[in-house]
């Protein structure tokens, strides 16, 4: 349960003000229909977490190292780095939508989750755990946490939270990760 719940709360303070929550704001007000859309949400990011979470736990199954424990550490000191640089959605990002909100939110969020943040940070917490389907449910509750609200409050969560402190508070908690997995590397049991 440690390992879900690490990977929820991850995921779900650095998906605020992330790209993908932009693009679920920009997916509600465009379809008006929030059941799809969140359902296209969860689709996506089961889809993509769980293939993150395989591909992190499989490179760490073959790099049993101290190198690759060091880099998945140094990737989360980098990963707090990254965060406090703030997202925005494309302006000339096109969404599919005339084969309706789940397909077009699904798609989108899929392909907008590549290489993005919250993907790294599955990537990583695959690496360092091995247990895939934990930590992509756990970084999947993670992302509806943060994605539901925007779904149904939309531009007004947005003006109430401060993003640069959710940013600050994401990149302590990947910070924190990293330099933890570098002092049980230095500090063996």
Known sequence: MEIFFASALLVAVAEIGDKTMLLAILLA???????PVIAGIFAATMANHALAAWAGSALASIFMSDAFRIAVAIGFILMAAWTLIPDKVDDDMKVASQRGAFV??????????MGDKTQV????LGAQYHAVLVV???TTLGMMIANVPAVYLGEKLVEKVSLRIVHRIAASMFLFLGLWQLWELSNPA
Do not use: M, Y
């Open 104 to 113: 077009a939110t699904t798609i989108a969020f899929f392909l907008v989750e």
């Open 121 to 124: 940070a599955t990537i990583a």
């Open 29 to 35: 007000t465009r379809f008006k229909k929030p059941v």
């Open 136 to 138: 992509a449910a756990g």
